[in-house]
């Protein structure tokens, strides 16, 4: 949960109020999940639109458009299901801002996940964030990129546990992060049967297998390897 806020360029600026029936009148969306953009949403503001068109930045099939979110919260947050109901009603990716009351200030945090977008719904990973900020905070230039894809998943890296390496777009540190968070699981499955395993030889071989998926994590959650001396990056 670190990371920063981004100065979103302002000639990407929209600015729309979308009701909040426009997420949550289809059939399809819980009536618990309905009950939370009641309660937990203020406003929601379509603020910022990151196209070839506003930014100068080819689109590609994955990441055609990046559209930013504020969501300005009635208490002290916004939980996840109303964030996952409005990825799902929108077709392109989402940076989520999330504004809430801090005393006679506002506060900010920063929220996304990795969304893979397809023909049918897109497919949704899970959600990461920032620290919360003072609303006027300082904040940060966008990343270099090439293209949406790429500034998609630079966007993304402060938010997550992993850091992209180098070739790797949104698809790839989805499913890096997924088999990461397998492997986290097995371990612990792992590490409560060897401290309860009453056999000598069973438990020697549950520690080959525990020191087998150390190494794969490891592999996995490596950062990018720095670059060589006298190359340029």
């Not at 000639?11 to 999940?33: I, L, Q, S």
């Not at 630079?154 to 992060?177: F, H, N």
Request: net charge positive; aromatic share 8%; glycine share 4%.
């Amino acid at each position: 949960m670190t990371g920063f806020l981004y100065r979103w360029p302002r000639a990407a600026k929209f600015g729309r109020v979308v009701p909040k029936t426009k997420f949550y009148e289809h059939a399809t969306v819980p009536a618990m999940v309905r009950e939370k953009f009641v309660s937990e949403v203020q406003r929601i503001t379509w603020a910022y639109k990151l196209a070839e068109t506003t930014i100068n930045l080819p689109g590609t099939a994955l990441v055609p458009e990046i559209q930013v979110f504020r969501i300005d919260a009635k208490r002290d947050n916004v939980s996840e299901p109303v964030l996952s109901a409005i990825d799902k009603a929108v077709k392109t990716p989402i940076i989520f801002e999330i504004t809430c009351a801090d005393g006679l200030a506002r506060r900010t945090r920063m929220a996304a996940t990795h969304k893979l977008v397809s023909f049918g719904a897109p497919r949704l990973g899970a959600y990461y964030t920032t620290e919360w900020y003072p609303d006027d905070a300082d904040r940060q230039p966008l990343p270099t990129a090439i293209n949406l894809a790429t500034l998609y998943t630079a966007l993304l890296e402060p938010l997550t546990p992993l850091a992209a390496r180098p070739g790797e777009e949104v698809p790839d540190v989805a499913a890096r992060l997924k088999s990461v968070r397998k492997l986290e699981r097995e371990l612990a499955t792992l590490e409560r049967k060897i401290r309860t395993e009453p056999q000598l030889n069973r438990k020697v071989e549950l520690r080959r297998a525990l020191k087998m998926k150390q190494a794969t994590l490891a592999d996995l959650t490596s950062p990018p390897p720095s670059p060589k001396p006298g190359t340029k990056n």
